[in-house]
């Protein structure tokens, strides 16, 4: 890109005739300023005000207008465009003047040109239909004055100046608009999804309140049913108080499973809070790996990529759940993944706006675009029936967005999978909350 500070004033000259070439180069680049005359004229006639001399062009020359094309080609590789091009209307035995422009802003669109005729070879109009109505296009007539020459070739690099710039400049605001967009969408599906998911936490809440006082109940008849079998007290065979044990063990496993999924809903809709305090991130992300150790695959690669971080304020088991929650996630991907050595990253670092970031991507079996739109709905899991709730990332965002934080997810299907949490840091005066 030109800049003031450094114009564009590349100029082609493109004609048979090597005369015309010698014209234009005295025209358009006059000699060099000579000091030590100057110097001398000073002392013998006295003190004389060295006037400014005009603007100097860089002239280059090609004899043929396929030579042109070519060297307009390589210039524009090269990221020196001309700026300008003085064309003249015949130079046999090649192609002439009008057809070097045409193919000329096929090469090189910003491409100024004047085309120089001492002859009326093509009429205006008949130009015109070759070349359609262009502003980049001027005619001037030979013999030309040295003057008109020179103003042409200023205004023509100034006027080739202001529209590279203008065009970038429009460049950079189509690509600030898209951005802009892009930004608006997101945020505009975020709003969406929070939303939905602050519904659903009402429906939660209340759906937990109206099951656990029955579900209460079930347990506790289980639990003394379960006493009195283990007592041995029932004047049953052996058998039957074996299948009434069994048939017991399964009835205490489904409840105690409803009641764990009652806990997870009260977590989704934040009916829990817990009280928070100064966090060390990297600790509480080390317990979470010790804890899913034995859910990894076996032969995984775990990276750490740890960087200095603050503490954040919040519940330090609310975070080992989320992060748990995250790594479980993580290892089922790799055992169902493509990839013959599972790697797993876990990363922290700090963001520019100071917020916190943790991140923990896989190579597994990724997320299709369909289904990662709503991975932290509550009850969604693309799991076998009988094999996961779908609350599991639901609650994991449902505790992150209750500590004023931010969690995404980023996959390519195959390529495997990166979640993002994104954790303001703790006040240095924060030393413990009760909720409010």
Known sequence: ????????????????????????????????????????EATLFGHHEKQDLALSFEVE???????????ARSARQQGRPYALAFIDIRMPPGIDGVETTSRLWQEDPDIQVVICSAYADYSWEEMMLKLGLSQRLLILRKPFDGIEVRQLAFALTEKWELLRSNRLHLEDLARAVEERTRQLTAANTRLIQSQRLEALGRLSAGLAHEINNPLSFILANLSYLRSQLEAD??????????????????????????????????????????????????????????????????????ARDFHNIPPVFASENGLQQVFFGLLANAAQALKEGPSSSPTLRVATCLQEDGRVAVEIQDNGKGITAEHLTRVFEPFFTTKRLGSGTGLGLSVCYGIILGLGGDITADSTPGQGATFRVLLPPAPLEATQSTPG
């Open 1 to 40: 890109m030109s800049t003031s500070a450094s114009p564009n004033r590349r100029i082609l000259v493109v004609d048979d005739n090597r005369t015309i070439h010698q014209d234009f180069r005295k025209i358009l680049c006059p000699p060099a300023a000579n000091d030590s005359l100057d110097a001398m």
């Open 61 to 71: 020359s090609a004899f043929q207008g396929e030579d042109a094309l070519h060297m």
């Open 233 to 302: 007290t029932w004047r049953l065979s052996p058998h039957d108080v074996m299948e009434l044990r069994e048939v017991c063990a399964e009835s205490f496993d489904g409840a105690d499973r409803i009641r764990r999924i009652i806990q997870n809903i009260k977590l989704f809709s934040r009916l829990d809070e817990t009280p928070r305090t100064r966090v060390d991130v990297h600790e509480v992300l080390e317990l979470a790996l010790g804890e899913a150790r034995h859910l990894l695959p076996e032969g995984i690669q775990l």
